[in-house]
């Protein structure tokens, strides 16, 4: 076992060890069904074993390459394959994005993350984006990109240029997938995440609720995501926010505290992750984000949107911190 960190000795830049604890689906889906208190208080003690309880980590994401992506997503408003009325766009030059990053880090951001719509990079295209880390590196920010799938040698090119996480989103769990995505598998993802492993980079790497799954397959997502060895140093928990043109524009919302639930249960199974409160937070109330801080959501994405998706305004957010006494880190 573990010895326990102390809440001193964590940062975003250096994350903990994780446990070799092993979560079988049945163990995830009994934490979803504890009594809500029972479960909030677990959570709340494993957080407080790994992390300032009032600290959050902020994040910003841009997305350096709008549209037109082959796969067929069915959440995603950037598939070529859907007609949600998205331009695409070419990808924006490291000037732009070297802009967009100081502003970000000028308002408390202490990550900063670049998005292309691709199924997978090319080689002269992750050239351009390997010049980006290095710039946005040099500016003191932490680096993560998401670019699609990733051959071997392209994650090394990203470590080279001093690529801090990789985002690459197990998305749901594995019995589900072929409802949300055919053009690929979830293994494919997998495969990519090993990659990004073997390359020395962090793995940043959640899923989404609320895409017509049972709690079952939430269970199964946590599971799959905790037994990850080792476990995502970052793993975003987002709740969808339905796009007209999508397959999945008519989902129905799921319940506030049924995502808090979610929350808790990938705090207690990754204790040593950032666990954090993504896309979908502009539609929760602030009580409901209290509620995910409290099952120990501690990271949150930071800035007005989030790829072609809105996110909370800088000064509501700032707001929040204030009212609930929580600091940036």
């Known amino acids: 076992m573990n010895a326990v960190v102390?809440?001193?000795?964590?940062?975003?830049?250096?994350?903990?060890?994780?446990?070799?604890?092993?979560?079988?689906?049945?163990?995830?889906?009994?934490?979803?069904?504890?009594?809500?208190?029972?479960?909030?208080?677990?959570?709340?003690?494993?957080?407080?074993?790994?992390?300032?309880?009032?600290?959050?980590?902020?994040?910003?994401?841009?997305?350096?390459?709008?549209?037109?992506?082959?796969?067929?997503?069915?959440?995603?408003?950037?598939?070529?394959?859907?007609?949600?009325?998205?331009?695409?766009?070419?990808?924006?030059?490291?000037?732009e994005v070297v802009a967009?990053?100081?502003?970000?880090?000028?308002?408390?951001?202490?990550?900063?993350?670049?998005?292309?719509?691709?199924?997978?990079?090319?080689?002269?295209?992750?050239?351009?984006?390997?010049?980006?880390?290095?710039?946005?590196?040099?500016?003191?920010?932490?680096?993560?990109v998401t670019l699609g799938m990733l051959k071997e040698e392209q994650a090394s090119r990203l470590k080279e240029a001093g690529l801090d996480y990789y985002n690459h989103n197990l998305d749901t769990d594995k019995d589900f997938y072929g409802q949300v995505i055919r053009s690929h598998t979830q293994e494919d993802r997998l495969d990519t995440l090993h990659h990004v492993r073997d390359a020395g980079i962090h793995i940043c790497s959640g899923g989404i609720i609320g895409m017509g799954e049972s709690r079952r397959n939430r269970a199964a997502l946590i599971s799959q995501l905790a037994n990850l060895d080792p476990a995502p140093e970052s793993v975003p928990i987002n709740n969808l926010v339905p796009i007209a043109g999508t397959p999945m524009e008519n989902a129905k919302p799921v319940d506030g505290i049924e995502f808090v639930r979610t929350i808790a249960a990938a705090r207690i199974t990754m204790p040593a992750s950032y666990v954090r409160l993504s896309a979908g937070r502009a539609q929760m109330s602030e009580e409901q984000q209290a509620l995910c801080f409290l099952a120990?959501?501690?990271?949150?994405?930071?800035?007005?949107?989030?790829?072609?998706?809105?996110?909370?305004?800088?000064?509501?957010?700032?707001?929040?911190?204030?009212?609930?006494?929580?600091?940036?880190?």
């Not at 994350?15 to 979560?23: E, G, H, I, R, T």
């Not at 689906?25 to 909030?40: G, K, S």
């Not at 408390?108 to 984006?129: H, I």
Request: with cysteine; glycine share 8%.
């Open 6 to 95: 102390t809440p001193a000795s964590v940062s975003p830049s250096a994350p903990s060890p994780q446990p070799a604890k092993a979560w079988t689906v049945e163990e995830v889906l009994a934490l979803y069904e504890l009594p809500f208190m029972d479960l909030i208080y677990r959570a709340q003690q494993v957080h407080r074993q790994h992390f300032d309880a009032n600290a959050i980590q902020r994040s910003t994401l841009l997305s350096v390459k709008t549209g037109g992506c082959s796969e067929d997503c069915g959440y995603c408003s950037q598939s070529a394959r859907h007609d949600t009325g998205l331009e695409r766009e070419k990808l924006m030059s490291v000037d």
């Open 100 to 144: 967009a990053a100081k502003v970000a880090k000028a308002n408390g951001s202490s990550r900063f993350c670049m998005g292309a719509a691709w199924r997978s990079p090319k080689d002269k295209d992750l050239d351009q984006v390997a010049e980006m880390i290095s710039a946005v590196k040099a500016l003191g920010l932490e680096t993560c």
């Open 296 to 329: 120990g959501a501690n990271s949150i994405f930071y800035g007005e949107a989030l790829l072609t998706t809105p996110n909370g305004e800088f000064g509501q957010d700032d707001a929040l911190f204030a009212k609930l006494g929580l600091k940036a880190v």
